[in-house]
Nanobody
Framework: QVQLVESGGGLVQAGGSLRLSCAAS????????MGWYRQAPGKQRELVATITSGGTTNYADSVKGRFTISRDNAKNTVYLQMNSLKPEDTAVYYCNAEGVRIRFSSFVHGYWGQGTQVTVSS
């Protein structure tokens, strides 16, 4: 059993910064990739950034240069540093973990967090 818990969301003015955290807990052996997705009102969920256990990163064009994803493998935690925030960044941000291996399971699993609200005012 694995649980992902996000934190760090809130309300900021345009140009401000926030740092999101997501901690995975459970009998985890390893996690291949962790990432952040977001869903704005009336829109589909979209990829924001991902990072592998080896440190390879991928960013959506809309956030590249402003957001930085990082990961602490020992703590099974992923972070998203968001700078120069814009009103269009307003969304619920969801943490994702893929390729999760757990004790006493031969399968690879994927998990989602419950989301954290980020609101950027103009």
């Amino acid at each position: 059993q694995v649980q992902l818990v996000e934190s760090g969301g809130g309300l900021v003015q345009a140009g401000g910064s926030l740092r999101l955290s997501c901690a995975a807990s459970g009998s985890i052996i390893s996690i291949n990739a962790m990432g952040w997705y977001r869903q704005a009102p009336g829109k589909q969920r979209e990829l924001v950034a991902t990072i592998t256990s080896g440190g390879t990163t991928n960013y959506a064009d809309s956030v590249k240069g402003r957001f930085t994803i990082s990961r602490d493998n020992a703590k099974n935690t992923v972070y998203l540093q968001m700078n120069s925030l814009k009103p269009e960044d307003t969304a619920v941000y969801y943490c994702n973990a893929e390729g999760v291996r757990i004790r006493f399971s031969s399968f690879v699993h994927g998990y989602w967090g419950q989301g954290t609200q980020v609101t950027v005012s103009s």
